[in-house]
């Protein structure tokens, strides 16, 4: 099993940035690629963007490209998800993912372990 926790989210203003963390522990070893999501009230929760644990190889949705970035620390065993020039519709709750699979994974049941999500309120 993996534990998946995150945290630094919070309330920002438009235009600002907030670095959000995901700490995985228990079977890291069997990890191949972290996942961020998020999760509008009303709304499906959506894909944000993926990195592989080996190589650090990135992807993003379009609605984030550009300034959202992925980052990992292996020896930390976490995951970090930098979020610039917010937007209103930027707000969520945020999910860390983590599969045993290895490639750009964009869907949700290719995940097999979530966080417990950590709450993005943008002002506008």
């Known amino acids: 099993q993996v534990q998946l926790v995150e945290s630094g989210g919070g309330l920002v203003q438009a235009g600002g940035s907030l670095r959000l963390s995901c700490a995985a522990s228990g079977r890291t070893s069997s990890i191949n690629t972290m996942g961020w999501f998020r999760q509008a009230p009303g709304k499906e929760r959506e894909f944000v963007g993926t990195?592989?644990?080996?190589?650090?190889?990135?992807a993003y949705a379009d609605s984030v490209k550009g300034r959202f970035t992925i980052s990992r620390d292996n020896a930390k065993n976490s995951v970090y998800l930098q979020m610039t020039s917010l937007k209103s519709e930027d707000t969520a709750v945020y999910y860390c993912?983590?599969?045993?699979?290895?490639?750009?994974?964009?869907?949700?049941?290719?995940?097999?372990?979530w966080g417990q999500g950590t709450q993005v309120t943008v002002s506008s």
């Open positions: 993912a983590a599969s045993i699979l290895l490639g750009t994974l964009v869907r949700r049941v290719s995940y097999n372990y």
């Open positions: 990195i592989m644990w080996s190589g650090g190889s990135t």
